[in-house]
């Protein structure tokens, strides 16, 4: 069974148009994460959220708003993309807030044109 | 703004230990020293931590200086699948890891 899972894997698409990248966790966690890792392989986090509020918002354009339906889920919707948001972008999610391994999803490739 | 710095590449022969250092000179009383790894195209894995002690579990052994001012990371019989890019992150929580360049290490037969 996958730990945490991200849908699409592979996502292409044109400048300006919106798109979402949705993640789901069975491992029982409450607190899950979005990351961005660009084409120079730096790995930065964007979001976290525990028990589905926002805990950590790290400078993000506002076009990336991410959405927690409940505590197994981290949705993140992108407006108006920008080649700039080309990257690999990575959920993971941890059992605690605080000091605490975290546990990454495979990953969605996004790719702007 | 990581706090650590790490060798850019490692080479290591498969069935030997593969001993990666992390120097992390300004870590404060609170805060751990966390390992990951990334395989290639995939996403992350969490490896080890420790805060003081050495730790040891199923994948590696942690080693912490006295100081705690370094670290190294043991991989006791490297193989090919250890293949990847490690890194050291030092954290005092509040979830977020920051991830540095990493050491790339390549296990050969």
């Known amino acids: 069974d996958t730990a945490v899972s991200q849908t699409p894997k592979y996502l292409v698409t044109q400048m300006g148009n919106d798109k979402s990248i949705k993640c789901e966790q069975n491992l029982g966690h409450d607190t899950m994460y979005w990351y961005k890792q660009d084409s120079k392989k730096f790995l930065k986090i964007m979001f976290s959220?525990?028990?589905?509020?926002?805990?950590i918002n790290e400078t993000v354009p506002n076009r990336f708003s991410p959405k927690s339906p409940d505590k197994a889920h981290l949705n993140l919707h992108i407006n108006s993309l920008e080649l700039g948001d080309s990257a690999v972008y990575f959920c993971?999610?941890?059992?605690?807030?605080?000091?605490?391994?975290?546990?990454f999803g495979p990953g969605t490739r996004l790719t702007v044109t | 703004d990581a706090k650590t710095t790490q060798p850019t590449s490692m080479d290591c022969a498969e069935g030997r230990a593969a001993n990666l250092p992390c120097n992390h000179s300004t870590i404060s009383g609170n805060e751990y020293v966390y390992w990951y790894r990334q395989i290639h195209s995939q996403g992350p894995q969490y490896i080890i931590h420790g805060l003081k002690n050495n730790e040891t579990n199923e994948m590696a052994s942690l080693i912490i200086t006295e100081d705690r001012k370094s670290s190294t990371l043991i991989l006791p019989h490297a193989t090919l699948r250890d293949t990847a890019v490690y890194y050291c992150i030092v954290t005092s929580g509040f979830q977020k890891l920051v991830f540095g360049t990493g050491t790339r290490l390549l296990v050969s037969p």
């Open positions: 959220y525990n028990n589905k509020e926002l805990i």
């Open positions: 993971a999610s941890s059992q605690n807030p605080g000091t605490d391994e975290q546990y």
